[in-house]
């Protein structure tokens, strides 16, 4: 936290709104871990927090493990609160929850800072990034923490630069309760995908920290008990290519130092198939996962979205190539796009078929404000205010029958045996290609050997004993474990038993269609 004590002393409660359950908050996949409730620490909160005054005392809740309690709010001076637009509900709930007690309410974050508008309510509105529109907020409640007769928004002129960003505030959560931990290396992206809201809110220059934060920021996840995997949250790891092959030595040299105790993740761009020296470097700092946005395997469909990028390498090829690294590809899928047919579905399946990719992100599409797309369907008078709907798009294709072949896409695609398939796919012809590790006990821990222990027990349990694809379950964690493959099983059937229950949701109608659908189940909102 910064400050030289001329802003006094100020109690703040940062709230983190609940996730509507969705595809990615993996819910299904806490009760075979050893205590997970959340998916990832609030990255930008946290560096928020850390940013305040070393005077203000901070309190930190993260209403996906735990509810804000009255008392909370009553013990705090003002409430600090973030998220994206799937959480507008939730944190116009927490708004009115802060007023009940006559707390000023202040919003920051992506959602916010892409459509004030729709946050009536709160306070103060923070309108973009880190920067001087924070000072100001500061020194405003430094003044007089009461709220002001009308609302208040700042909006950041000057950003900070990323250079200076502190360490977030990892020592205010439970790392340990997180599904993954997660890390910030760059902001931005040189791309500019017509569906994306990245480059209109966080430029397409993409800005760094330094490889020392990084390390000093592994570091502190680490002495905070960051286990299994830790996922660079950067909207393209390769945004910029000579950064990338700047700090990737450094994170060789980070795990070498301590013992491979992690594997690392990040999203990027599926042409990274063409740098060979960033894999080659990706390789040894153990980074065994790839977010790759494939959404569509038809040229004409990537074309028309201004994804050409992902066709410098032929998509099979691309695909191959990072196995071949060792690296095994997850992949964002969307269906409702202007140039799908009535057979799209169809052929997104023989893609599965033939990629072996294992997790796919099927979405319908979704129009999201700062976008090419919301500019161009809204000119085209295409867009849905029904907030009810899955999406916000009026597709070409009847509505109907859109989401019907999402629902028929997700059943198929995620089917037990299909899945679990894809995975001992992956078993032989790309967990081989990675790094050997070197004996360390750090790695071996008790700590370790114990949380491993309670996995197997819950899994074994819920999946093979009691599970109800106990033939498709054994077949897969048999041939893991006769090979000794024991980390490996344990990492694949958490993250597909999580597809396969919300696949069964998706085929009866239980789940959403668009994971950034307005439509938000659960969310009880108190009118103001």
């Known amino acids: ?29 806490y009760p075979l871990t050893d205590g997970v409730q959340a998916f990832m620490p609030p990255q930008g909160l ?22 804000a309690t009255r008392d909370d709010f009553a013990w705090a001076e003002a409430v600090l609160v ?39 309510t709160f306070d103060y509105l923070h309108v973009g990034e880190l920067g001087d529109a924070t000072d100001d907020l500061i020194a405003r409640l430094a003044r007089d923490p009461s709220r002001p007769p009308q609302q208040v928004v700042l909006k950041t002129v000057e950003r900070l630069d990323m250079t200076k960003f502190p360490l977030p505030a990892y020592d205010l959560i439970d790392l340990p309760k997180y599904f993954l931990a997660n890390i910030q290396y760059s902001s931005g992206c040189p791309y500019q995908c017509e569906f994306c809201d990245i480059p209109g809110l966080y430029g397409r220059n993409p800005r760094l920290k330094t490889p020392a934060q990084l ?23 390769i945004g910029n290519r000579k950064a990338a092959l700047e700090l990737l030595p450094h994170l060789v040299a980070w795990q070498k130092r301590t013992g491979f105790q992690v594997r690392l993740a990040c999203e990027a761009t599926l042409n990274i198939a063409k740098r060979p020296e960033i894999l080659r470097l990706m390789r040894e700092a153990y980074f065994t996962t790839i977010f790759c946005g494939i959404e569509t395997p038809d040229p004409v469909a990537l074309k028309s979205i201004a994804k050409d990028h992902n ?9 191959k190539t990072l196995n071949d690294y060792g690296i095994e590809i997850a992949s964002g899928i ?24 294992p997790l796919l992100t099927i979405n319908l599409l979704q129009a999201l404000p700062k976008t090419p797309l919301y500019d161009r369907l809204k000119r085209e008078n295409r867009l849905n205010e029904d907030e009810e709907l899955e999406s ?8 109907d029958d859109v989401v019907t072949m999402w629902r028929r896409a997700m059943s198929a695609a995620y089917e037990p045996g299909k899945v679990l398939s894809r995975y001992l796919h992956q078993s032989y012809v790309t967990y081989p ?30 999946l093979g004993i009691v599970g109800n694809y106990k033939r498709a379950f054994w077949a897969f964690a048999g041939s893991l474990l006769l090979r000794g493959n024991i980390e490996d099983m344990i990492a694949s059937i958490i993250v597909a038993h999580h597809v396969i229950v919300f696949s069964r949701e998706a085929s009866d109608g239980r789940a959403r269609a668009s994971y950034y659908s307005a439509a938000l189940e659960g969310a009880s909102v108190p009118a103001e």
């Open 82 to 120: 973030s998220g994206m637009h799937i959480q507008r509900r939730q944190m116009i709930d927490i708004c009115s929850r802060a007023h009940e007690l006559g707390i000023p309410a202040i919003i920051g974050g992506p959602s916010v800072s892409a459509c004030p508008e729709n946050y009536p």
């Open 1 to 29: 936290m910064r400050g030289d004590g001329r802003f006094g002393k100020r109690r703040i409660l940062c709230v983190f709104p609940k996730y509507t359950r969705a595809f990615g908050t993996w819910e299904h996949a």
């Open 392 to 399: 916000n798009v009026k597709f070409l294709l009847p509505y």
């Open 311 to 319: 066709m410098m390498v032929p998509i099979m090829e691309a695909i």
């Open 215 to 237: 390390v000093a920021e592994l570091d502190k996840l680490l002495e905070c008990g960051a286990t299994g995997s830790i996922y660079f949250v950067d909207d393209n790891f």
């Open 334 to 357: 969307i269906l409702g796009l202007d140039t799908d047919k009535p057979e799209t579905g169809e052929h997104l399946m023989q893609f599965v078929e033939q990629s072996q990719i």
């Open 433 to 462: 290609n990675r790094i050997k590790l070197p004996p360390d006990p750090r790695r071996a821990s008790w700590q370790n050997i114990k949380r491993g222990i309670k996995m197997m027990r819950n899994i074994v349990w819920r």
């Open 46 to 67: 946290l560096v928020v927090a850390a940013y305040l005054p070393a005077d203000w005392e901070v309190r930190f809740v993260d209403e996906n493990i735990r509810a």
